[in-house]
């Protein structure tokens, strides 16, 4: 497994940190690397190992993998990566940093950064008393973050994208069957999860293949999760991405995003999940036919690619746990165990439905919206349809981009109105469930969303939220970096619109008033939904120390 001695170069690096520092830096090690973290600067170095999914025998093929290294991560945070340090032997015989003798090993040089600025870090300081962790901010920009990057990656194509999805089912299987064999991983868990994944497989396939020719395979990072987010100046910068395999790294866009959902949904952070996932969709422009693709039939693999990944981080943890001993070895295996029962629970049939959410202008809808989504249906909740969200789109604005008077006329409502029923019944037909959140005050829009639902024969439910006219004007007022442009004036020429009307009386009518947890459970309670099974964390344990080593 280790090809070479690298006492020699592992002291370079401490020493070079040091003397800029004037102390030792702080050692990290994962399974493929030496990262030494300085005041201002960290180096990595890699390992000199082989395993079956990469070779860093050499010196050589070390530095290559450190410029590949570079070069794919400077597509998210060039701020980061500054480059390649070379590594040389010296005349005494010596290692010492860029010299003029031949290579010995490489190192990549990177800006440190904060560590308290890590998604997981933050996500660990959810509601602590005057701790900021994944607000709402923060989570809006993540999934614009995401699909930015994935609209700039290399297409790869076309290309079978079942042909990949099955070679990641087949190491997932050997590997649990492995666990199972260990006695690490429970047999009939795994067995059920196999079973249930390669169905969701063979349901899916042409799908899969579909999305392949359309340039939904794509060069992504390969290992998104929290722990590789970092704050960057206010902004969500993605590093640490896999490049000693293109295999592992070229994948579905959804299976790539999948990973940072599943470890939302790991930490139980459900409705953070369902907020990233709506947030990706809704950044998807009209005229990228691809994108739109997600927004409709690829809904349909979320739950099998979240649990693909659940199940990867199952079983390369119990395999980490077989090399471990002790309380160490009970806390990995647990920890492997829990993303186990995590895949099962993502494959669990959930059919889909159909709630829409009106109400006049700062009744609420969007945050009841928000509330209910990740208690709706398929993983990772129900895709939210957003009126304000659709209208921008439509002019090709920012969600927070105020809009002309002209974007209100009767004739483009009605054309926003067609696209959100258009849109969810794409996401219906892929067995994903929806809301659609719009001010729906009147009768022709609200027959147009229930006939919808009626179409697929699926169950349909319209909440009418109502709250007093100073409550809805303080909302409408105090709003800042909103999608909707409705202001005082707005309102009162809705409720003027609708004086001596009762709303619709086949919708259920809900106090908009009070708390947003108040009026949450409220919501909750009227559609008869049950606390949403992924709201607790998984596990809290300490992670299962692989990084990005793993085949996926």
Same mark, same amino acid.
């Given at each position: 497994?280790?090809?070479?001695?690298?006492?020699?170069?592992?002291?370079?690096?401490?020493?070079?940190?040091?003397?800029?520092?004037?102390?030792?830096?702080?050692?990290?090690?994962?399974?493929?690397?030496?990262?030494?973290?300085?005041?201002?600067?960290?180096?990595?170095?890699?390992?000199?190992?082989?395993?079956?999914?990469?070779?860093?025998?050499?010196?050589?093929?070390?530095?290559?993998?450190?410029?590949?290294?570079?070069?794919?991560?400077?597509?998210?945070?060039?701020?980061?990566?500054?480059?390649?340090?070379?590594?040389?032997?010296?005349?005494?015989?010596?290692?010492?940093?860029?010299?003029?003798?031949?290579?010995?090993?490489?190192?990549?040089?990177?800006?440190?950064?904060?560590?308290?600025?890590?998604?997981?870090?933050?996500?660990?300081?959810?509601?602590?008393?005057?701790?900021?962790? +994944?607000?709402?901010?923060?989570?809006?920009?993540?999934?614009?973050?995401?699909?930015?990057?994935?609209?700039?990656?290399?297409?790869?194509?076309?290309?079978?994208?079942?042909?990949?999805?099955?070679?990641?089912?087949?190491?997932?299987?050997?590997?649990?069957?492995?666990?199972?064999?260990?006695?690490?991983?429970?047999?009939?868990?795994?067995?059920?999860?196999?079973?249930?994944?390669?169905?969701?497989?063979?349901?899916?396939?042409?799908?899969?293949?579909?999305?392949?020719?359309?340039?939904?395979?794509?060069?992504?990072?390969?290992?998104?999760?929290?722990?590789?987010?970092?704050?960057?100046?206010?902004?969500?910068?993605?590093?640490?991405?896999?490049?000693?395999?293109?295999? +592992?790294?070229?994948?579905?866009?959804?299976?790539?995003?999948?990973?940072?959902?599943?470890?939302?949904?790991?930490?139980?952070?459900?409705?953070?999940?369902?907020?990233?996932?709506?947030?990706?969709?809704?950044?998807?422009?009209?005229?990228?036919?691809?994108?739109?693709?997600?927004?409709?039939?690829?809904?349909?693999?979320?739950?099998?690619?979240?649990?693909?990944?659940?199940?990867?981080?199952?079983?390369?943890?119990?395999?980490?746990?077989?090399?471990?001993?002790?309380?160490?070895?009970?806390?990995?295996?647990?920890?492997?165990?829990?993303?186990?029962?995590?895949?099962?629970?993502?494959?669990?049939?959930?059919?889909?439905?159909?709630?829409?959410?009106?109400?006049?202008?700062?009744?609420?809808?969007?945050?009841?919206?928000?509330?209910?989504?990740?208690?709706?249906?398929?993983?990772?909740?129900?895709?939210?349809?957003?009126?304000?969200?659709?209208?921008?789109?439509?002019?090709?604005?920012?969600?927070?981009?105020?809009?002309?008077?002209?974007?209100?006329?009767?004739?483009?409502?009605?054309?926003?109105?067609?696209?959100?029923?258009?849109?969810?019944?794409?996401?219906?037909?892929?067995?994903?469930?929806?809301?659609?959140?719009?001010?729906?005050?009147?009768?022709?829009?609200?027959?147009?969303?229930?006939?919808?639902?009626?179409?697929?024969?699926?169950?349909?439910?319209?909440?009418?939220?109502?709250?007093?006219?100073?409550? +809805?004007?303080?909302?409408?007022?105090?709003?800042?970096?909103?999608?909707?442009?409705?202001?005082?004036?707005?309102?009162?020429?809705?409720?003027?619109?609708?004086?001596?009307?009762?709303?619709?009386?086949?919708?259920?009518?809900?106090?908009?008033?009070?708390?947003?947890?108040?009026?949450?459970?409220?919501?909750?309670?009227?559609?008869?939904?049950?606390?949403?099974?992924?709201?607790?964390?998984?596990?809290?344990?300490?992670?299962?120390?692989?990084?990005?080593?793993?085949?996926?």
């Amino acid at each position: 497994m280790h090809t070479e001695d690298q006492s020699a170069a592992i002291a370079c690096v401490k020493e070079h940190l040091a003397a800029g520092d004037g102390v030792p830096p702080r050692l990290v090690e994962t399974h493929i690397s030496l990262v030494f973290i300085g005041r201002t600067r960290v180096l990595k170095l890699k390992k000199a190992v082989r395993f079956p999914y990469l070779d860093f025998g050499t010196a050589a093929l070390r530095a290559a993998a450190c410029g590949r290294e570079v070069a794919l991560n400077r597509r998210t945070a060039p701020g980061i990566y500054l480059g390649v340090r070379r590594l040389t032997a010296g005349p005494d015989g010596r290692v010492e940093m860029e010299g003029a003798g031949p290579l010995v090993d490489a190192v990549v040089e990177m800006v440190r950064f904060d560590e308290d600025g890590l998604l997981d870090r933050l996500a660990e300081r959810d509601g602590l008393a005057g701790q900021d962790g +994944l607000n709402r901010g923060l989570i809006e920009a993540l999934g614009q973050a995401v699909y930015d990057f994935h609209a700039a990656a290399r297409v790869i194509g076309p290309d079978g994208g079942a042909d990949r999805v099955r070679r990641v089912l087949e190491i997932n299987r050997q590997g649990l069957e492995a666990g199972i064999a260990a006695g690490l991983l429970d047999g009939g868990v795994a067995r059920a999860v196999i079973g249930a994944s390669e169905a969701a497989f063979a349901a899916n396939a042409a799908l899969l293949e579909a999305r392949g020719r359309i340039g939904r395979v794509r060069h992504g990072h390969g290992d998104l999760h929290l722990r590789n987010i970092v704050l960057i100046d206010g902004r969500p910068t993605a590093f640490d991405c896999i490049e000693f395999d293109d295999d +592992l790294a070229i994948t579905d866009v959804l299976y790539d995003l999948a990973f940072l959902i599943m470890d939302l949904l790991h930490r139980g952070r459900p409705a953070a999940a369902a907020a990233v996932f709506n947030r990706y969709l809704d950044a998807a422009p009209e005229d990228n036919a691809g994108a739109a693709h997600d927004r409709g039939p690829g809904l349909a693999l979320m739950p099998l690619f979240l649990a693909m990944r659940a199940v990867v981080r199952a079983h390369v943890g119990a395999a980490a746990a077989m090399d471990a001993s002790g309380a160490d070895r009970d806390r990995i295996a647990a920890e492997a165990g829990a993303y186990l029962d995590l895949a099962r629970r993502l494959l669990a049939p959930a059919p889909p439905r159909l709630v829409a959410v009106g109400g006049f202008s700062g009744s609420g809808k969007s945050t009841i919206a928000a509330a209910l989504a990740a208690d709706l249906g398929a993983a990772p909740g129900a895709r939210i349809i957003a009126s304000d969200r659709l209208r921008k789109r439509a002019f090709g604005q920012a969600a927070t981009t105020r809009l002309p008077a002209e974007a209100y006329t009767p004739q483009v409502s009605e054309r926003i109105y067609a696209e959100m029923a258009a849109e969810a019944a794409a996401a219906l037909a892929a067995g994903h469930s929806v809301i659609a959140d719009a001010v729906f005050d009147r009768a022709d829009t609200r027959a147009r969303i229930r006939a919808v639902a009626e179409a697929a024969d699926l169950p349909f439910d319209g909440l009418w939220l109502e709250a007093p006219e100073a409550v +809805l004007v303080e909302r409408v007022t105090a709003r800042r970096g909103d999608p909707s442009d409705a202001d005082a004036d707005v309102v009162r020429a809705q409720l003027a619109r609708a004086a001596g009307s009762a709303g619709p009386t086949d919708w259920h009518h809900l106090a908009a008033d009070g708390a947003p947890d108040d009026r949450a459970a409220r919501a909750r309670g009227t559609l008869g939904l049950a606390a949403d099974p992924l709201s607790s964390p998984a596990s809290t344990s300490a992670p299962i120390p692989t990084a990005a080593t793993a085949p996926e």
